[in-house]
């Protein structure tokens, strides 16, 4: 019995499959350790949204007035109502530069410590905005002295240029970065006219003077073509509501303009006459050569696209805020309220291309909410 058994248990210990050795517990992941609880990722252009989103409509408020109201009131209106719309303009338009200031200095911190983007944007666009924040503070008081005014205008063209460059490598925010190198490129081309005209007043030279306004008339080509980028992007990104009040945008301006054109006309209504003396220098100088009326439109058409652009839903409020931004610098970065308006958009267009957490809320709330079962 004993030898029988003897083989039958080797038999069995050859066949038998060793045991698995214990199984070692993994450490508890952190979102176990916290409850199942992950925290998100930072999200400055979130925290930003409603500063963002106030300072752009302020800023529209302000341009409003101050391109299409004040400046017209004067020999169209009672001293009363002259000096309250004054009254009005002014403290919009400080409202609007502190503003514009505070997102300069959100957005230059949000920068400093964004460790997603690389290092040379980051510089440029801090250090450029600070420059420009130097040169635009004086001239809440005093006006700007004309060397001054062209530093101003080529920091902001930095910081828009270069901003816009990494804008254009992602995918959400390359339509605004296509309008803020129209509008840089419009505003280099803007500072060359007016220097070469300066120039060519000194030497009596007509023909630099029709070099200057060539160059004139091709930095509103460059902003109409700026506009006509955006107009499209709220058409095709806003929905039915984009669609319908981009064109209403461009309809308004269409009237705006009519009605400056006709403010000539001794027989003008009051509105007229106010759209006439308001926008008599909305061409600038040197005028463009034959668009001095598409000048005049693209000065109104910009207010309002700028408008529907910051009422819009679906996206995100740092681009949508950034092209109303933008549309309202209008290509004159030598005017110190639209330096820091093309400042404050660029960087927190800047912002916006490695905020994800932004971007994929933006396209939630956007789509549309699924059928209830009660429906089936």
Request: hydrophobic letters at 55%.
């Amino acid at each position: 019995m004993e030898e029988s058994s003897t083989p039958e248990s080797a038999s069995e210990a050859r066949d038998r499959v060793p045991d698995a050795p214990p199984s070692v517990p993994e450490a508890p992941s952190p979102a176990a350790r916290e409850g199942d609880h992950v925290t998100p990722p930072s999200s400055p252009t979130l925290r930003a949204a409603w500063v963002l989103r106030s300072a752009t409509i302020v800023a529209c408020v302000a341009s409003f007035f101050g391109v299409l109201v004040a400046p017209g009131i004067p020999g169209n209106a009672t001293g009363r109502i002259v000096e309250a719309c004054q009254n009005v303009s002014d403290v919009l338009a400080y409202a609007t530069a502190g503003l514009l200031m505070a997102l300069v200095f959100m957005g230059s911190y949000e920068l400093a410590r964004a460790p997603r983007l690389s290092l040379a944007p980051r510089v440029l666009a801090v250090g450029a905005a600070g420059l420009v924040v130097a040169l635009a503070a004086p001239a809440m008081r005093d006006k700007l002295h004309p060397v001054a005014a062209i530093f101003l205008a080529i920091a902001s063209g930095i910081v828009a240029l270069t901003t816009a460059w990494q804008g254009l490598r992602t995918a959400h925010t390359r339509a605004v970065a296509v309008v803020v190198v129209a509008m840089a490129l419009a505003s280099i081309a803007r500072v060359g006219a007016w220097e070469l005209a300066g120039e060519a007043g000194e030497r009596s030279s007509t023909r630099m003077y029709d070099i200057a306004s060539a160059i004139a008339t091709a930095a509103v080509v460059l902003e109409g073509l700026g506009q006509l980028a955006a107009a499209a992007w709220l058409g095709t990104r806003g929905g039915i509501a984009g669609r319908v009040l981009s064109n209403l945008a461009i309809a308004a301006a269409f009237l705006v303009t009519w009605g400056a054109a006709r403010g000539v006309h001794p027989g003008a209504s009051t509105w007229q006459a106010i759209l006439h003396t308001a926008l008599a220098d909305a061409p600038g100088t040197p005028p463009p050569l034959g668009l001095s009326a598409v000048a005049t439109f693209l000065a109104c058409c910009a207010i309002f696209l700028g408008a529907v652009a910051i009422t819009l839903r679906g996206q995100m409020v740092a681009v949508l805020a950034a092209l109303a931004l933008t549309l309202l610098s209008r290509g004159t970065f030598d005017v110190p309220i639209r330096a820091l308006a093309i400042v404050a958009a660029g960087q927190w267009l800047l912002l916006s291309t490695v905020d994800d957490r932004s971007m994929w809320r933006a396209l939630v709330a956007s789509r549309p909410s699924p059928p209830s079962r009660e429906a089936f």
